[in-house]
Nanobody, 124 residues
Framework: QVQVVESGGGLVQAGGSLRLSCGAS????????MGWFRQVPGKEREFVAA????????YYTDSVKGRFTISRDNAKNTVYLQMNNLKPEDTAVYYC?????????????????WGQGTQVTVSS
């Protein structure tokens, strides 16, 4: 049983920063590629950022490039999403996802394991 758990959401003013954290159990953490997605009510879950198993490759959706950074510490079994210069349109429930394949995954269907989500609210 693989458990994925996120933390770090909250309320922040526009221009502020938050850091999300996520861990995955069940295997050595380095066995998982990881991704962050977000969802607002009435819309499909969308890709935000992803990182490969070693942490050597990352990928971002265009709207967060230059503002968000995904990283991982395999020794601490944790992946991070550092979010800077937050905008009201970043408001969503953010989900962490894990998968055992190699490379980078950018779509919901590529991930097998999901966390429960953490709310990020950016006020204007």
């Amino acid at each position: 049983q693989v458990q994925v758990v996120e933390s770090g959401g909250g309320l922040v003013q526009a221009g502020g920063s938050l850091r999300l954290s996520c861990g995955a159990s069940g295997r050595p953490f380095s066995a998982y590629r990881m991704g962050w997605f977000r969802q607002v009510p009435g819309k499909e879950r969308e890709f935000v950022a992803a990182i490969n198993r070693s942490g050597g490759s990352t990928y971002y959706t265009d709207s967060v490039k230059g503002r968000f950074t995904i990283s991982r510490d395999n020794a601490k079994n944790t992946v991070y999403l550092q979010m800077n210069n937050l905008k009201p349109e970043d408001t969503a429930v953010y989900y962490c996802a894990a998968d055992r394949n190699t490379g980078i995954g950018t779509s919901v269907k590529e991930y097998d394991y999901w966390g429960q989500g953490t709310q990020v609210t950016v006020s204007s």
